[in-house]
């Protein structure tokens, strides 16, 4: 071993201007790579962020931009947009203010689905609720159960639902679920082979295949979205996945969360979100369901997507738009605080011109990373008149934008670059005085159990300043 190693040094030490083409070579990969950097178009902050990460580490900075750098990926459009355009006109009798059509033309523009409404919305708070009902309306099911979910996991929890849905495959009711390789990991095939038994489909979204490893934006690009549909009539969104770590019946420590129960026309475009994801992780041709005759309701609704199928941030932008429209508060209600400049902007602005503007986010959440960067933020907020509130008894998970009296925007999205821009999320947009009461309700409820952050907050250099700076410094990367 040691005369190969000789060998080899020897054999390197007698081409002439070794170092010489060693330094080409470094100078050409820095220049070649990032152009292909430059060429994605990101904001100047990530930009530098992952120059100055490539050139600190040769070689293998390829390798990690290789699979986490890109944030877009292609999908079938025409697919999307034939899908999209059998839908019907936007119902009639919505809200006719200015601000009010301006943001759905806006999602609509930016989503390709239209304004809806629903009969019935149901704010499910924590995970007991949330599977207490779900269970309830799968048994019920009678022709199909969808299912799309970033964590589904073989415990309890997911061990429940997984027997509800072979007991409806048994009894002839078409199954499909839909799972995140990445998010739900640890399940196994051994865990679902009776589901597919029972004459379930099972697929998974950008899997972990050693086939499809080279195919590099899948790596980082997720779907995140938590969907169920049954029958085209009940719908559920949220942020609740299928876990125990989200059930307080199991777990003390269980989070904190949100998520929704939908009846009405809103539960066909939501449907048909499921139905585009299963279409793509599939290749297979999309579905056509019958749809059920449409039940125009009070409450108007319109599902919003995003995602890196797409450059217009949808989610991320109807959030920003709906801040500008604000006339009397801005209650924002998210685990992962991490906002761009046009976010902050919009926050301190909203704050600066008099409205109530609130911001809950955990104390600690389950990155702490993400609590340094969010806390980073802190000082320009507090300046500028935002209350920020830190829920501490469990981790906080929810998910949820309310402005004035009659906006509130719901769903799996979190408050930060990597739902603005990397994952697949699903969010419902409702215009509406009862849902917005309802959210308003337990925002406030959440903020008499989170204490205040003080303007004047202590911040020690090495345990508070330090670390939040340097996560601010990687925050364009989370």
């Known amino acids: 071993m040691l005369d190969a190693l000789r060998s080899a ?5 007698s081409i002439p201007d070794l170092g010489f083409y060693l330094t080409l070579g470094w100078l050409g990969y820095l220049v070649g790579l990032g152009l292909w950097i430059v060429l994605q178009k990101r904001e100047p902050v990530a930009t530098l962020s992952w120059l100055i990460s490539l050139a600190a580490l040769p070689y293998l900075g390829f390798l990690i931009y290789y ?12 697919r999307r947009t034939r899908a999209r355009a059998a839908l019907p006109p936007p119902p009639e009798g919505l809200d006719p203010s200015p601000d009010a059509i301006e943001l759905a033309r806006l999602a609509q523009a930016t989503t390709g689905l239209p304004p809806s409404t629903a009969t019935d919305v149901r704010l499910l708070v924590d995970g007991a609720a949330k599977y207490r009902a779900l269970l309830e309306a799968i048994a019920q ?20 639902l997984r027997d509800a849905l072979i007991e409806r495959a048994r009894a002839g009711v078409q199954v499909r679920l839909l799972l995140d390789a990445v998010g739900s990991g640890r399940t196994r095939e051994r865990f679902l082979r009776p589901l ?29 979205r938590k969907i169920v549909v049954i029958d085209g009539r009940i719908g559920f969104t949220g942020g609740i996945n299928v876990t125990d770590d989200q059930d307080e019946r199991l777990r003390e ?25 299963w279409a793509y992780a599939t290749g297979e041709p999309p579905l ?14 319109q599902v919003l997507v995003s995602g890196p199928d797409s450059s217009w941030e949808a989610i991320h932008r109807l959030q920003v738009g709906a801040i500008h429209a604000a006339r009397r508060r801005v209650w924002l209600v998210t685990p992962y605080f991490v906002p761009g400049e046009a976010a902050r902007m919009a926050l301190t602005s909203a704050a600066l011109g008099g409205l109530d503007v609130r911001l809950l986010v955990p104390r600690r959440c389950d990155s702490r990373v993400v609590t340094y960067a969010a ?36 769903g799996s999205a979190n408050f930060d670059h990597r739902s603005f821009r990397l994952n697949f999320e699903v969010s419902v947009l409702f215009r509406d005085a009862g849902v917005a009461a309802q959210l308003a309700q337990l925002i406030q409820h959440e903020c008499s159990m989170a204490p205040r952050v003080r303007p004047d907050r202590a911040q020690p250099l090495w345990r508070s300043r330090l670390p939040e700076a340097l996560a601010r410094l990687v925050s364009p990367l989370l």
């Not at 040094?9 to 030490?13: L, P, V, W």
Request: contains cysteine; hydrophobic residues 45%; aromatic residues 12%.
């Open 9 to 13: 040094r020897e054999a390197f030490a």
């Open 67 to 78: 699979f986490f750098g890109p944030q877009r990926i292609t999908r079938q459009r025409l």
């Open 375 to 410: 806390r980073s933020y802190f000082d320009e907020l507090l300046q500028a008149g935002v209350k920020i509130h830190e829920y501490g008894p469990r981790m906080l998970h929810s998910k949820a934008l309310l402005c004035d009296d009659d906006l509130a925007i719901l």
């Open 141 to 160: 099911a009678r022709e199909h159960v969808h299912l799309e979910y970033y964590i589904f996991l073989p415990d309890r929890t997911g061990t429940a």
């Open 196 to 224: 597919r038994d029972a004459g379930a489909e099972v697929a998974w979204f950008h899997p972990m295949k050693l086939r499809w490893f080279w195919r590099r934006p899948w790596l980082n690009l997720r779907t995140h």
């Open 288 to 301: 056509r369901l019958h749809r059920p005759a449409p039940q125009p309701g009070p409450i108007a609704a």
């Open 253 to 277: 420590d269980a989070f904190r969360d949100l998520h929704l129960r939908l009846e009405g026309d809103v539960v066909r475009e939501l449907e048909l979100v499921f139905l585009e994801d």
